[in-house]
């Protein structure tokens, strides 16, 4: 998009929200970068740049406007859709892929030599993977200065800097202030100092996505699934058997609806609590290990779906005679993530031919039995992590409370995935994940595509075979065998999983779904 001047400055004359994350805007004359949407005057044309990443701007010597805040902006959605070595690459790094295992681990993650992947990320973005990741951390480190009182050592050390003269260089260079600024300036906008934080104290942050978003609807969705234990929602959309449609007209009347839930993270346990607005989420994060900040932020951000850009999607879908009507009628549908692909794989498999209701029972007996119990201080309703695929596989399938071939299936799947032969993280190849799935014993094109659109992020995954799906179809008066709804669905592309979404949209509760959606 950097390419076309006319069409980013005339994005950034409208002060246009829907580009923020897209590109940023460089103003030569005073050194700053800032979104689109910006409030400040427009720079005259002579005085921008177009740059493709924040990174790329801090690389080019440009400092983030202290008005707009540019690297709080939500994240291009182009990197959900891509499924090319870049589109990984930038899954991995926003996941703290370079702070843990360096650039080695993540070239060779990706399967190309540090050279080849910094070349391939210089040429779209105009900064390499260290640049990235700094970019990444700077804005890690404004969050923990503004919103907690720890010393500026461990806010340091828990941002993914090696040392603190780093972090202070890093700071000065992005912000054009000090660390001990920042924070003063967080207090005086607030009236009122940091709020108190510690290994496990609470950090409250703000989750930018573009609006429309319908948060209500999505939070119908995870609440009709959640886990007894290891998830719960609450407030309108807690009740199990409520739709999005009804939560959405419960967040209508102003009731606030919060989704809580176990992480998993790379140091250690940690429990968030989101709660949607109209244009953000709320996020109350409580950590074992702050190092863990970004990875949380960014999987709540995929589970969420914020990166997406509802517009172009509901441009795409409701320009068709069949989705037109139920695109308008629910604006800014967001597809389900996951935290974690291997407890999404875990739940599609137990989740086979039986009912929503059922595969939750299952689901939080395998979570009493076999979970990491979260520590005494992080407990109340949420009592245990989601039983790792090195747990699962350790168990004997004929004991699981399920028909002895889905068992087989399930720890089979598991020892897949504990031993690295199949991999479901954000850097995963889908179609070569797809293959590795269907490859095993008991594993269909449903749970290969249903895994794909949650836990793989792809916007264009469809369990045609699904049978919500074709019990949509039949309300809807179109045919709905699977290979009339495959066909008909072809039209959808490329965000066949938003087709989706809004085809289980139609279903009431009481539907029999099973657990297909």
């Known amino acids: 998009m950097v390419d076309d001047f006319e069409q980013c400055y005339r994005a950034v004359s409208a002060k246009d929200g829907r580009f923020d994350g897209w590109f940023v805007t460089a103003v030569t004359t005073t050194g700053i970068y800032c979104r689109p949407s910006c409030p400040a005057v427009t720079p005259k044309r002579t005085s921008v740049r177009f740059l493709p990443s924040a990174a790329a701007a801090q690389r080019a010597g440009f400092r983030a406007c202290k008005r ?156 009709l699934r959640a886990v007894p234990g290891v998830e719960v929602v609450e407030g309108a959309a807690s009740a199990a058997g409520e739709s999005g449609a009804s939560a959405a007209g419960a967040s209508a009347t102003g009731a606030s609806v919060t989704y809580r839930r176990v992480l998993a993270l790379p140091h250690g346990p940690g429990v968030v609590a989101l709660t949607p607005r109209a244009e953000h989420v709320d996020c109350t994060l409580r950590l074992t290990d702050l190092r863990d900040l970004s990875a949380a932020v960014q999987r709540c951000r995929r589970l969420l779906d914020l990166d997406a850009d509802p517009v172009a999607v509901d441009t795409a879908l409701g320009r068709d005679e069949l989705l037109g009507p139920l695109v308008r009628a629910m604006p800014g549908l967001r597809v389900p993530g996951a935290v974690d692909g291997a407890e999404l794989a875990v739940r599609a498999v137990l989740g086979q031919q039986i009912s929503v209701g059922g595969a939750r029972t299952l689901a939080a007996r395998l979570a009493a039995a076999h979970g990491e119990p979260l520590p005494e201080g992080m407990r109340d309703s949420l009592t245990h992590a989601f039983p790792t695929a090195a747990a699962l596989a350790a168990i004997d399938p004929e004991q699981l409370p399920m028909p002895r071939a889905r068992g087989r299936a399930l720890v089979g799947m598991c020892a897949a995935l504990a031993a690295g032969d199949v991999i479901l993280d954000p850097g995963a190849d889908r179609d070569e994940a797809r293959a590795q799935l269907l490859a095993l014993p008991g594993i269909g094109p449903w749970t290969a595509e249903y895994v794909a659109m949650r836990a793989l992020g792809d916007p264009d995954a469809f369990p045609a075979t699904d049978l919500g799906i074709r019990h949509a179809f039949a309300g809807l008066g179109q045919p709905h065998d699977a290979r009339a709804v495959a066909a008909i669905a072809e039209r959808w592309r490329p965000w066949r999983s938003y087709a989706a979404l809004h085809l289980w949209a139609t279903l009431s509760p009481t539907t029999d779904q099973g657990a297909r959606r």
């Open 68 to 223: 707009c805040r540019p690297d709080a902006s939500p994240g291009s959605p182009e990197w959900n859709a891509r499924a090319d070595a870049v589109g990984r690459a930038m899954r991995l790094i926003a996941d703290g892929s370079v702070d843990r295992d360096g650039v080695g681990g993540l070239a060779c993650r990706l399967g190309f030599s540090e050279r080849h992947l910094h070349r391939l990320l210089v040429a779209e973005l105009g900064a390499g993977p260290l640049a990235l990741a700094r970019a990444q951390r700077a804005h890690t480190a404004r969050t923990l200065i503004e919103t907690s009182t720890l010393p500026f050592t461990e806010v340091a050390f828990a941002a993914g800097f090696p040392s603190i003269r780093q972090f202070n260089d890093t700071v000065r260079d992005v912000f054009a202030t000090t660390p001990t600024e920042l924070r003063r300036r967080s207090a005086h906008r607030d009236g009122a100092g940091a709020g108190e934080t510690g290994a496990t104290g609470a950090l409250q942050l703000r989750l930018r996505c573009r609006p429309p978003f319908d948060g209500a609807g999505l939070l119908g969705f995870l609440g």
